[in-house]
């Protein structure tokens, strides 16, 4: 699923791998990019917004929505979505510092899958300050696996990956 040239990305090595897991691993927040949930196929809006991430493994990420909330209606009708991780910093420009895209599905984990005990503790690890929120009866854990990953390392540093590229 690449949607441009692979001549336009640097070359993916250790090094440039190492800044995309260190990246994964230091996300709180991220932008999440959905499709709008109430317009039509036809007429498709994306929606960006702000969310709270923990890293999952495997380059996934793993979020706490409320079914109350615009994004989360906007994943259980369509999945596709994109995460954009990266701190900005008070220093130098925003666009000169690394981040990371990844583009892939949200899979939900209502509250009494298998996995729900596991994706609990990880979140509370990773975002402690939850505890007030996480046992609320409209809270599901989501992830999403990446099947394709953008580093943009900085100006002229570009790098595409694949999933295998983020394990």
């Known amino acids: 699923m690449n949607f441009l040239p692979d001549n336009l990305y640097r070359p993916t090595d250790d090094a440039v791998r190492g800044l995309a897991h260190q990246i994964l691993a230091n996300a709180r927040h991220a932008a999440l990019g959905t499709l709008h949930p109430d317009c039509p196929p036809a007429s498709l809006v994306p929606v960006v917004i702000r969310v709270a991430v923990a890293p999952a493994g495997r380059g996934a990420v793993v979020m706490l929505v409320s079914a109350l909330s615009l994004h989360s ?62 046992d609320l009866p409209d ?28 394990t």
Not at 116 to 125: D, M, T, V
Request: no cysteine.
């Open 73 to 134: 209606r906007a994943m259980r009708r369509n999945g596709a979505v994109s995460v954009l991780l990266g701190d900005v910093t008070a220093k130098g420009d925003a666009l000169t510092q690394p981040r990371l895209t990844l583009v892939g599905t949200a899979r939900f984990f209502d509250g009494d899958a298998a996995d729900h005990a596991h994706l609990r503790k990880l979140w509370l690890k990773h975002q402690p300050k939850a505890a007030v929120y996480v």
């Open 139 to 166: 809270f599901s854990f989501v992830t999403v696996e990446p099947v394709q990953a953008f580093l943009n390392a900085g100006f002229g540093r570009a790098y595409l990956f694949e999933q295998i590229d983020l």
